[in-house]
């Protein structure tokens, strides 16, 4: 039995040796070969919340495309193989199901939305498969840490934060109203409010829902108008905001309307039209018009495509995504990708990302913007 041990040891190590030699891993890992690295990404292509998806890809593609021109990460070229989830959760567990056991991609990368993402992120983790830098600040892909799960961008808690801090130190609300998305993504929202409220002895004024995908606000809207709140934070997608805020002027609603990144504020603003006006957006990235490093290099690359604060994110990502592949090494595998990951400390043009063993939070960035005369205009106070 000892002697068939050792042989078996012996083949082995030859095998490896050979593997070496050729410049190919030991291991093979799903996903890799000599020449590509496959990610996976699921997000919203069609459907009423698809400008998401749609420029969060752009700015991935626009980054990758450039990597790859110059010969890709430690010789292999990163390639995403993209699948439309619609922004329904039961859509993205089945497409996730189909990257993971039919694609077999190494990592899944750019998913958009909190639903959606507590969908997908079980089968990950059961797959050992990175879940990589989600357009989502939902609480649960934070605390506790996953060891699958990364996330690039700042949480709803410190969004909602700097909103109510916002509110009641610029403009004394006294009573901060919550419509919100009928779902997970609502709750996530809906939690970041309640526990910036909490610190200042407050409670929420009213709250109101809308069911996902739909434009149904009117039952909500007429309970925050009862309310008359000084204030209301919005927790949802830009067609449903949108409706929102014209129905709001129509019917005189006096509040302030204030509303989370995921918005995606180009959508919104070309949605909403004039009535976007006044609207505030917390973002988690900074303004693409600055003359941030990384901005400027992202508009050199978009040529011509979507600019914006979400196509930025995703070029952003990207960016991420890259160097903690070269992080990881030429013998590339999950367990040194992950290791990769937990020791980065990198600058992406001007924006600092770092992640531990015990923080898979990347940055806590928070940047209040309002719309005036349709654009994004960075403020620092209401």
């Known amino acids: 039995m000892t002697k068939n041990l050792n042989r078996t040891r012996r083949n082995l190590l030859c095998a490896g040796v050979v593997l070496a030699a050729l410049g190919m891993p030991a291991l093979a890992e799903d996903g890799v070969t000599d020449k ?13 919340a698809s400008g998401l998806g749609v420029n969060l890809k752009a700015g991935a593609d626009a980054y990758l495309a450039r990597i ?20 329904e959760p039961e859509k993205t567990a089945a497409v996730t199901k189909a990257l993971i056991e039919q694609d077999k991609v190494f990592a899944l990368f750019g ?35 996953n060891k699958w799960v990364f996330n690039v961008r700042a949480s ?66 007429a309970k925050i108008k009862a309310a008359a709140p000084d204030a209301v934070i919005f927790v949802g997608t830009y067609a449903s905001l949108s409706a929102v805020v014209k129905k709001a002027k129509a019917q005189g609603i006096k509040a302030r309307f204030m509303t989370v990144s995921f918005i995606g504020t180009a959508d919104f603003i070309r949605e909403a039209g004039a009535d976007g006006d ?30 914006n604060y979400s196509s930025l994110e995703g070029y952003v990502d990207a960016a991420v995504l890259v160097e903690a592949l070269k992080k990881a090494g030429a013998n590339l595998t999950r367990a040194s990708f992950i290791g990769a990951l937990e020791g980065l400390n990198t600058d992406v043009g001007g924006l600092k990302v770092g992640f531990s063993a015990t923080s ?3 940055a806590k960035d928070v940047f209040l913007t309002v719309v005036r005369g349709g654009k994004a205009v960075q403020v620092d106070k209401l």
């Open 36 to 48: 590509e690295i496959h990610i996976g990404m699921a997000n919203a292509l069609s459907g009423p």
């Open 68 to 87: 790859n021109a110059a010969g890709g990460v430690n010789g292999r070229k990163v390639v995403l193989v993209s699948k439309d989830d619609g922004y």
């Open 111 to 145: 998913y958009v939305g909190t639903p959606t993402s507590a969908a997908a992120v079980p089968l990950a983790a059961r797959a050992s498969v990175p879940y990589l830098f989600p357009f989502t600040g939902a609480e649960f892909l934070r605390n506790p840490v």
């Open 156 to 221: 709803y808690f410190d969004e909602t934060e700097v909103m109510v801090e916002r509110l009641t130190k610029d403009a004394g609300a006294k009573k901060i109203a919550l419509f919100i998305q009928d779902d997970a993504f609502g709750e996530a929202g809906k939690a970041g409010v309640n526990r910036a409220l909490h610190k200042r002895d407050m409670k929420v004024a009213e709250e109101a829902r809308y069911k996902r995908n739909t434009l149904d606000v009117d039952e909500g809207l």
């Open 278 to 307: 006044g609207v505030y957006i917390t973002q988690v990235m900074p303004s693409p018009d600055s003359g941030v490093p990384v901005v400027k290099q992202f508009h050199q690359d978009m040529k011509g495509g979507p600019v």
């Open 360 to 362: 898979h939070q990347g």
